[in-house]
Every structure is written in structure tokens, then in C-alpha cells.
């Protein structure tokens, strides 16, 4: 039976990365992967991230790449100075120092961020739908229909409300963006050691963000069975 395997937020922790795929029994033929967003910012190693993934893309057509809200930041930061200072603040620091040494300048960012790379950032889809599960980096919401949508880049980038992880209902949905403990505290469970915070799951949800952001735990999901993987950050 193929598998699919969705791994969250790797905020540019690619020596992570790495030793996670080790981990993962996957077949690259057949068995798909998904990348849920947030592959840049805050770790040391974005550019590293982008370029293995890019490279990923083109070996292994099995393999799926979603946008999410830092994505859109980095993206937007390209064509926009004002936008570039407010991505330093929200963890792009790091990012540019993956491209660029010594002073921060915005001109600097653009001139050695390649077009290419630019493109194919810009270009990400927001979601992705197979079998097993929907796959978006942040989440749905209801519309007045009350249908669960994740098809708007404001919501299946950014939205992490209370709504959806109490009350969603419909096909299993793998998610990140929310790190899994500020799950539980938004819903009143006991929190995790964030060096050993886990996935957390209920109502077909299923939040792989383990805070490798934040020197937690970088973690993937393998569907149908819904076996985890962990690795901590390096």
C-alpha cells in the first residue's frame, strides 16, 4: 500500500531534517512526502532547506512542498523593504544570514536571493489533498456554509483558532504552525517539555508542529497508519 509521510515546520533546521529522513521508512518510487511549511526562519541552516528541497522536487515527483506564513514573509520581503524589516523581526534574521554575511541590507538580500529561488517560493501551493488526508501548514475554518476550507491563503497560511481544534469535523487534516503545546494550553491540557513535545491529535486533526523552532523536536507522520517520528533539533 503506498504511504504518505508529512513533516512539519523545519524553520531551517536542515542538519535535522536530514537525520529525520534517515529515520523514515519510506520508498521514494512510490510512498509520497509532504512538507507542511515554514521551511525557513529561525534556525541557521533556510538556505540549505530550500535548496535540498528544490533539488527533492526534481529527483522525486512524489514529493510535495506547501507554503506557509513565513514562505509568504520571505516572499513578500523580496519586492518590498518595508516587509523585509518586519520578516527580520519575525525570525528572518537567520534566513538572511543563510545568503548573506555581515551588514543587513535589504538590497543585499534581493541581489543574492536568486529569481529562481524567489519563484519557486512564490509559487508553493497552500494545500494539498490525497487519499489518506488534506494537508495545509495552518488550518481551516468554516464557512457560512459551515464547511471546512483551506483554501484561502489567509486561512491555510495563518489560522490557528480555537474553532478548528475543538470543533473540526471531516477527512483526517494534517496540520503545523501551531507548536502542539500552544495547542494544549489554548485548550486547557497539561503542556510538554518543549525538548520532548509531541504531536498532538484529536477530531481527524493531526499537529506535527513539535516546536523545532524553538529547540524542540522536528516530527513526521506516516499515514495510513499513524506511525510518528521524532528527531530533536541539532
Not at 26 to 38: A, K, P, R, S, Y
Not at 103 to 127: A, C, G, R
Not at 178 to 206: H, Y
Request: aromatic content about 12%; glycine content about 8%.
Amino acid at each position: 500500500m503506498k504511504k504518505t509521510f508529512a513533516i512539519g515546520d523545519v524553520h531551517g533546521q536542515f542538519s535535522t531534517l536530514k537525520k529525520l529522513l534517515d529515520q523514515l521508512p519510506i520508498n521514494w518510487q512510490t510512498d509520497e512526502l509532504v512538507f507542511l511549511g515554514d521551511l525557513v526562519d529561525r534556525g541557521l541552516e533556510s538556505r540549505q532547506v530550500i535548496e535540498f528541497l528544490m533539488q527533492l522536487q526534481k529527483d522525486f515527483p512524489t514529493v510535495t512542498v506547501l507554503s506557509g506564513n513565513h514562505e509568504e514573509m520571505m516572499v513578500n520581503s523580496y519586492t518590498d523593504e518595508e516587509e523585509f524589516s518586519h520578516w527580520l523581526l519575525m525570525g528572518g534574521d537567520t534566513t538572511y544570514l543563510s545568503y548573506v554575511q555581515g551588514v543587513v541590507h535589504w538590497k543585499k538580500f534581493i541581489k543574492e536571493l536568486s529569481y529562481t529561488t524567489y519563484n519557486y517560493l512564490k509559487n508553493l501551493p497552500i494545500n494539498y489533498q490525497n487519499e489518506h488526508a488534506i494537508f495545509v501548514h495552518a488550518g481551516a475554518m468554516q464557512n457560512s456554509k459551515r464547511q471546512w476550507i483551506v483554501d484561502n491563503p489567509l486561512i491555510a497560511r495563518w489560522y490557528r483558532g480555537k474553532d478548528f481544534f475543538r470543533n473540526y469535523q471531516g477527512k483526517t487534516i494534517v496540520v503545523g504552525h501551531t507548536p502542539t503545546n500552544k495547542i494544549r494550553l489554548m485548550l486547557g491540557e497539561a503542556e510538554m517539555p518543549p525538548n520532548r513535545m509531541t504531536a498532538w491529535s484529536r477530531n481527524n486533526i493531526i499537529a506535527i508542529d513539535c516546536g523545532a523552532g524553538h529547540n524542540g523536536q522536528l516530527c513526521a507522520v506516516e499515514l495510513p497508519s499513524g506511525n510518528l517520528y521524532y528527531q530533536p533539533v541539532i
